[in-house]
């Protein structure tokens, strides 16, 4: 009885520390996803508000030539889309649009 008390516990820390490293790989994998979606971020993002500012200065030249529509269509394009970089974007998960549209 003792040996199959012992064989069970031993058996239950096997499968428990198999748990908790799985567990912690799943941590690491998650703040090196967060590092680097923030670091992806502070590249992604002065360059999407430097074509966000091009796309408003070109849609203020557009306005009197397309009207207030082609105007607002312009802005939206450049501006639109996707401002900064999650970590399911990095994981393939979810699309990074650089150009937004309607």
């Keep these: 009885m003792k040996r199959v008390l012992a064989l069970a516990g031993g058996i239950g820390l096997v499968l428990s520390a198999g748990v908790s490293q799985a567990h912690a790989d799943s941590t690491a994998q998650d703040v090196a ?5 923030v670091f992806s971020t502070l590249l992604y993002a002065p360059v999407k ?3 966000c500012i091009l796309g408003g200065i ?3 030249f557009t306005l ?5 529509e ?3 269509k312009v ?3 450049a501006c639109g889309g ?9 994981k393939g ?5 650089f150009v937004g549209g309607q």
């Design 33 to 37: 996803y967060g590092t680097g979606s």
């Design 49 to 51: 508000g430097s074509f």
């Design 58 to 60: 070109t849609s203020g």
């Design 64 to 68: 009197p030539f397309g009207g207030t």
């Design 70 to 72: 082609t105007a607002g």
């Design 75 to 77: 802005a939206t394009t």
């Design 82 to 90: 996707t401002w900064a970089i999650t970590p399911n974007a990095l």
């Design 93 to 97: 998960k979810e699309r990074v649009r």
